[in-house]
Structure formats: C-alpha cells, structure tokens
C-alpha cells in the first residue's frame, strides 16, 4: 500500500533534528537503501526498499520514513520496508533519503544520490536496460565479473556504460498461469509446481500473480504478503478459452520502470482462441520492454507450430529462455532452472541514442572479457512519443 505526504520544509525539518542524527551508523543494526542504489538512473514508478541489517534487527524498528528530495513521500511502519514514489518522466538527479525509528527512540539514517544525464531537464532522454545471464563453455554461471569485464554495442556501435550492478538487484516478477479449459487435467500438478516456485522467491522481490483464460485475473497483487500469494494459487480452476497475447500485453504493462530487474513467467499449454489484442500487439509490447520472459508449454503445446514459434521468439528476443514438456512432473526442474537463471544476472544500463524512438528495430550485442557466453536481449523497438 502506498501512502503519500507532502509536507512543507519546515516541518519536515523540524520532524528530522528533533532526535539525534547520527553523521555515520556505528556499531549494531544499520539501515541500507537497498532500491535505488547510488547512481542509479530514476525515471517513472520507482519502488523505495530500506534493509535492516542483521535481519534480525528489523523487528525492533517501528517505522522507515522516505523522503526524496527533501519531500516526505511514505512513512511504512512494518516489514517489507518499501513503498512506491513517482520520480517523474526526465532522468534528473535525486536525493533519497530513509529514516528508521527504533523502539529505544534510536534512528538509524541512510542517503543515496542518483544521477541525472545532461540536459535531462531539457529533453527527454531513453534508457536502455539490459538484463545478462553469463555462462561458460559447460554452462556454468559466470559469477564476480564487474563493469570493465562488458562491452555493449548498439547497431554495432560502441556506447558507454551507465550503470552497472551485479548484487541485490530488486526484482519485479509477473506469473502468469493459464487456467483455460484445456488445462483442466494438468491444473493440480501446475499449481504444486507454482506454489513451489513462489514459496522459493526472495521475499524481498514483488511478484504479481495473473491467471487467465479468456479473461485475466490478478490473483496477488506485487505489495501482497509472500504466504498469501501461495495460498491464492489454490483458488485457481480450469475453464474457459485461452487469452495468450492479452496476458502478454498485461504483463509487460503490470511492470514498473524503477531501477532493477523485471521479468515474467508465463506458463501455457495452448494456442490463442480468444484475445482482443492481436500477435502483433503481444510482439511489439515484448520488444518495447526490458522484462526477461520465461515461457513454459506443456502438454499439447509441445506439438503446437504456432505457439511454440510465440514463446520462442518473446523469450529469445528478452533474454529470456522458452521451455517445452509433455511431463507435469518436469514442472518443479523447469522453475528451478529459471530461479537460478534469476538469481545470476546482471543488469547493464546506457543512455539509447537520440534517434532511438523511431520505430525502428535497434540490435543489442554485448561482449564479456573471457569470451564467455551472453544471454541478453537481443534489441529494442520504441515508438515515437505522441
């Protein structure tokens, strides 16, 4: 739940010094801002995430304030400490500051500063995120690498590196699970391997679960409590047609645009029957996007032409990975390969040349010292604004 306050200067002021603030956090609990990180770049809905460290030490801290550019936007008052703050539309530079109040009347302070790209306030400038998976020649995940290990290229130019992290990248997750009527036999051993791959994500990353037939229904919503979202999936019965690209489209719309890692996993067992949006829209929605899509067939998609064409092609494009079984039972090996695939990424950000919104098709090629294997995305497509 996000609950906003705009307060005047003073008496944010007077609210902040009326308690001693610390210049450093000494010895014990600290508090980290954990989302966004030091130059980071904001633009659009950005989720603010305080950490306690050691966890433990959450429990003694009654509320985390955020303030973003000397403005109270949230006072959250229970674990998760996060909340949502709409940095606006142009990359500026911002303040981000969070204050913990703990029951011995302590505080704990933490500060970052994010960047803004020249003449952000002028123009409006793109940024193109990029989402890597490194393997080797045996395909073990290549963990440790830095900034100056990456060489990214546009179109097959060389362009510079903005951002860089490697470590507690947030994560914004959609799991979308087809109950239409063809999934009526297998919709048991899918939703144990469901809320198995929820039971097994980071509680700290938000995760929105869709089911759909013909039509799309949110069953937990990103802010919903970890326990809940697994108990939602009981709720889940086959029936109806299936609206593949809808929940597509819905998908990649669901995600936010703050700093981190998106990705989707779609779960489906046939073709598109009854969609209002057509290929083309599911297609162009995925191409305008950063999220990395896992898509998972089962049953008769595994002999379904057009449906596996869809999902290899979304997920080929995001970096993603698309998989196909006729074994329920592979579900649970399925999840935990793309856990690990979640868990090893890399994220690599870079201003998009001025006459990216074109319409037109822009390849991504990145480059990893050691002659590794790179899973990325392999472009983007933005049309111009209106």
């Not at 995940?141 to 590196?161: A, M, S």
């Not at 029936?239 to 990649?252: E, P």
């Not at 039972?329 to 950000?349: P, T």
């Amino acid at each position: 739940m996000r609950v906003s306050v705009r307060a005047p200067l003073l008496a944010l002021a007077v609210a902040l010094f009326a308690a001693p603030w610390p210049s450093a956090q000494g010895p014990g609990p600290s508090l980290r801002i954990a989302s966004p990180t030091n130059d980071t770049y904001l633009s659009g809905a950005t989720r603010l995430v305080a950490m306690i460290d050691p966890p433990a030490a959450a429990r003694d801290v009654t509320r985390v304030v955020f303030f973003a550019d000397g403005q109270q936007v949230c006072t959250v008052s229970r674990q998760p400490f996060e909340c949502e703050w709409e940095a606006g539309d142009r990359i500026v530079e911002h303040q981000i500051r969070a204050v913990a109040t703990r029951r011995d009347g302590g505080r704990l302070v933490h500060t970052v500063r994010t960047r803004g790209l020249e003449y952000a306030e002028l123009v409006d400038v793109d940024v193109v995120q990029v989402t890597a998976v490194v393997t080797d020649g045996n395909g073990r995940f290549v963990r440790g690498l830095t900034q100056k290990d990456f060489k990214v290229f546009e179109d097959n130019k060389p362009l510079p590196i903005t951002n860089f992290a490697a470590e507690n990248i947030p994560l914004e997750l959609v799991v979308a699970v087809d109950v239409s009527s063809s999934m009526r036999d297998a919709i048991a051993s899918v939703k144990a391997a469901a809320k198995l791959f929820l039971n097994s994500i980071d509680p700290r990353d938000q995760v929105t679960v869709l089911a759909f037939n013909e039509n799309i229904f949110t069953f937990a919503r990103r802010a919903t409590d970890a326990r809940a979202r697994v108990r939602a999936v009981d709720l889940m019965a086959a029936w109806g047609g299936t609206a593949l690209y809808d929940v597509i489209v819905r998908s990649v719309d669901i995600l936010g645009r703050q700093a981190g890692r998106r990705s989707i996993v779609l779960f489906s067992d046939g073709d598109d029957t009854s969609s209002h949006a057509p290929l083309a829209t599911a297609i162009e929605r995925t191409e305008g996007s950063d999220a990395t899509i896992y898509a998972i067939g089962q049953g008769r998609a595994v002999e379904a032409p057009g449906l596996q064409k869809l999902m290899k092609q979304i997920a080929t494009v995001s970096g993603g990975q698309a998989f196909f079984t006729d074994n329920s039972g592979r579900l649970e090996a399925i999840f935990k390969e793309i856990l690990e695939d979640l868990r090893n990424q890399y994220v690599i950000s870079y201003p998009a040349p001025e006459t990216a919104r074109d319409g037109a098709w822009h390849a991504i090629r990145l480059e990893v010292a050691g002659g590794h294997r790179v899973r990325a995305r392999q472009g983007y497509r933005l049309t111009p604004r209106r």
